[in-house]
């Protein structure tokens, strides 16, 4: 079973940084795309970017510019470095990894989900 796991939320002031990391733990199994999404209180969940496996990004124009989304693909994990942040950053961030497990017949093609973590900018 494939999993991931997030880490690194917390709370920070205005214009503080922080960065989120998800790691993804199983066997026999390669990702795809990666992506970061967040939800803020009463709002829909967003994609704010997305990392393909050819290490092409993608970002929405709310964090273009202050957030930047890494991989490893030795470690299978995926990082998003938020700077700059603001009170309208607060929200539960979730990373997601498109991802093939190869140890059935056929192969499973997933999209996963983190648990989640909470970012709060706050003074």
């Known amino acids: 079973q494939v999993q991931l796991v997030e880490s690194g939320g917390g709370s920070v002031q205005p214009g503080g940084s922080l960065r989120l990391s998800c790691a993804a733990s199983?066997?026999?199994?390669?990702?795809?795309?990666m992506a970061w999404y967040r939800q803020g209180p009463g709002k829909e969940r967003e994609k704010l970017a997305t990392?393909?496996?050819?290490?092409?990004?993608e970002y929405a124009d709310s964090v273009k510019g202050r957030f930047a989304i890494s991989r490893d693909n030795a470690k299978n994990t995926v990082s998003l470095q938020m700077n700059s942040l603001k009170p309208e950053d607060t929200a539960v961030y979730y990373c997601?990894?498109?991802?093939?497990?190869?140890?059935?017949?056929?192969?499973?093609?997933?999209?996963?989900w983190g648990q989640g973590t909470l970012v709060t900018v706050s003074s």
């Open positions: 997601n990894a498109d991802v093939i497990v190869m140890n059935t017949t056929p192969w499973r093609f997933l999209s996963l």
């Open positions: 990392i393909f496996k050819n290490g092409n990004t």
């Open positions: 199983g066997s026999d199994f390669t990702i795809q795309d």
